[in-house]
């Protein structure tokens, strides 16, 4: 394979001149000391006495220190080659939004222990299956708040879903239509699949859930609407955790509180978005096959990107650098040195 080879520091390229002078200084000294020493010896004499070697040997040695500091600069330009060889990184390709109804009605034990409880479980158990994606965590009940942004940190997104309960946005009701808009807005800027999981289980008290539905479809966001309860209307019981009774969920006039789900708002919600309204019912809920019929369908996997890199090259020249400089120590050196003959 023939590699593009391309120099990071191209101007290095002048420190050629500096090996040229280095090796022009050690051929002058090697003939200077060789002319000084023939001054006192005769050509047959200094032959006999002196270990060093022919003129011919000289000069390979001396060439070979010239490769090696041609190959030393070579290395400091640090060559590189691009497109040689691909990589595969993955990278997060889609957001997750879970918008989650707090609203006391989701204390009902028709889902053991209770409605809050049992979702939490579930969407933990949702994270573990979306490695790779981000998520975050709105809370509603008649008004909503970003309990967790976006963040591939599954520990901490855990670790807040599990403080979540009724008192987590301070005023009951559930308003469904701000909900959606605090979701939207909380998805930022971006590209790459996004998703909302909006689990709710009570009647919208706000007029402007569709119009929310819309600008989440305009952002390129597909709602999928988990619905608690019953479309008819049932009254949440709740057990008391000092005696251990039963008891109505009662307002604030002593009437007895009816949850009454609208699920064909959620419906049409998440139409609008090219989703999906899932009727989860009064029972326990199954996160899990949903996450798998509905949700995981809409999640693009993490992509494989296939990407050029570069790769460094200077350790070649280095290496070849080492094994002349070798080279040049072994030749030029005598095998033996010769006896004066008597």
Not at 219 to 231: H, L, P
Not at 260 to 280: F, H, I, N, Q, S
Request: glycine share 10%.
């Amino acid at each position: 394979m023939i590699y593009e080879i391309n120099f990071l520091y191209p101007q290095l390229i002048h420190l050629v001149w500096v090996a040229l002078a280095v090796v022009a200084l050690l051929a002058w000294l090697e003939l200077r000391g060789q002319s000084a020493l023939g001054r006192f010896l005769s050509a047959q004499m200094l032959s006999r006495l002196s270990d060093q070697a022919g003129l011919s040997r000289r000069g390979l040695k001396l060439g070979l220190i010239l490769i090696t500091l041609v190959l030393g600069v070579v290395a400091l330009m640090r060559p590189q080659s691009h497109g040689a060889q691909m990589v595969s990184s993955n990278r997060v390709a889609s957001d997750i939004m879970v918008v989650l109804d707090v609203s006391k009605s989701m204390l009902a034990e028709d889902a053991a222990p209770n409605r809050l409880s049992r979702a939490q479980a579930e969407i933990i158990e949702l994270v573990d299956q979306l490695q790779g994606h981000r998520v975050g965590l709105v809370a509603f009940a008649g008004r909503a708040a970003v309990l967790c942004p976006l963040t591939p940190d599954y520990g901490f997104f855990r670790m807040i879903l599990r403080a979540v309960d009724t008192n987590s946005v301070g005023r009951g009701g559930t308003r469904i239509g701000e909900a959606i808009r605090k979701g939207v807005a909380a998805f930022g800027p971006g590209s790459g699949a996004r998703l909302m999981l909006l689990i709710t289980d009570g009647e919208d008290h706000d007029p402007y859930a569709l119009d929310a539905a819309t600008k989440a479809a305009e952002a390129g966001i597909r709602i999928v609407a988990i619905g608690f309860g019953s479309e008819d209307g049932s009254e949440i019981t709740l057990t008391d955790p000092e005696t251990g009774a039963r008891r109505a969920l009662v307002d604030g006039d002593g009437n007895v509180v009816r949850s009454r789900l609208d699920g064909e708002l959620l419906r049409t919600v998440a139409l609008k978005t090219d989703g999906v309204y899932v009727p989860a019912g009064t029972a326990a809920l199954d996160l899990e096959s949903i996450i798998d019929a509905h949700v995981k369908p809409m999640v693009r996997n993490t992509e494989s990107v296939s990407r050029a890199i570069i790769v460094e090259r200077y350790h070649w020249f280095i290496a070849a650098s080492l094994v002349t400089l070798f080279a040049a120590t072994r030749v030029g050196s005598r095998t033996g040195r010769r006896r004066v003959q008597a």
